[in-house]
């Protein structure tokens, strides 16, 4: 094998790495690991998550399969996070269930409406998004060092509403699916440039 094709597959080999993160980080809540390994855990998603696109890019190979490969990974990710914390921390999530129901009902009817018009989910890596996947790296990192969330974590839930509010606003607004819509904004400039 050359070189060449193995830096190629970094970034899908990352995605891998990231996907099999994400049991790991629920049966390592499930038998009371340390708290820093389960936040060194989501460090190294959140770390994969920057990397694979980077190298993607720089590689040449950030197909449209990676990118949809990479938004799925993230949610299933997150969700594990989230189902470490309901193990670790219970009170975390008992606490702030009203603005978790909201996020998760803002990614559900995210999912079915892009599902209806693009025939899949739409991966659109928005601005917002990214700094959501910044704050819930700082906010699962809180709660795992600190057993309680944190100004990091409820940032996290403010970003999440934020970022799901646009995408869902994107995905309405939008007649096609598009890729790399920066912001609410870049949706409004393509569909007015149709």
């Given at each position: 094998?050359?070189?060449?094709?193995?830096?190629?597959?970094?970034?899908?080999?990352?995605?891998?790495?990231?996907?099999?993160?994400?049991p790991a980080l629920v049966v390592c809540a499930l038998v009371g690991?340390?708290?820093?390994?389960?936040?060194?855990?989501?460090?190294?998603?959140?770390?994969?998550?920057?990397?694979?696109?980077?190298?993607?890019?720089?590689?040449?190979?950030?197909?449209?399969?990676?990118?949809?490969?990479?938004?799925?990974?993230?949610?299933?990710?997150?969700?594990?996070?989230?189902?470490?914390?309901?193990?670790?921390?219970?009170?975390?999530?008992?606490?702030?269930?009203?603005?978790?129901?909201?996020?998760?009902?803002?990614?559900?009817?995210?999912?079915?409406?892009?599902?209806?018009?693009?025939?899949?989910?739409?991966?659109?890596?928005?601005?917002?998004?990214?700094?959501?996947?910044?704050?819930?790296?700082?906010?699962?990192?809180?709660?795992?060092?600190?057993?309680?969330?944190?100004?990091?974590?409820?940032?996290?839930?403010?970003m999440g509403l934020i970022a799901d509010i646009e995408g869902l606003?994107?995905?309405?607004?939008?007649?096609?699916?598009?890729?790399?819509?920066?912001?609410?904004?870049?949706?409004?400039?393509?569909?007015?440039?149709?």
């Amino acid at each position: 094998m050359s070189t060449r094709s193995a830096i190629d597959r970094v970034p899908l080999a990352l995605l891998v790495l990231r996907a099999i993160a994400a049991p790991a980080l629920v049966v390592c809540a499930l038998v009371g690991t340390a708290g820093w390994i389960l936040a060194a855990i989501v460090t190294f998603a959140f770390l994969s998550d920057i990397f694979d696109g980077v190298i993607a890019r720089r590689v040449g190979v950030a197909t449209e399969s990676l990118r949809f490969a990479d938004s799925v990974i993230d949610l299933a990710f997150y969700l594990a996070a989230v189902a470490a914390v309901l193990v670790c921390a219970p009170n975390v999530l008992i606490t702030l269930r009203w603005p978790i129901a909201c996020i998760a009902a803002l990614e559900v009817a995210r999912l079915v409406i892009e599902l209806a018009k693009f025939g899949r989910m739409a991966a659109y890596h928005m601005w917002s998004a990214k700094i959501w996947g910044i704050t819930l790296w700082l906010g699962f990192s809180e709660v795992f060092l600190r057993g309680r969330a944190g100004p990091f974590f409820k940032l996290a839930i403010i970003m999440g509403l934020i970022a799901d509010i646009e995408g869902l606003v994107a995905s309405l607004l939008l007649t096609t699916q598009q890729r790399d819509v920066r912001t609410l904004w870049h949706a409004l400039a393509r569909e007015a440039g149709r």
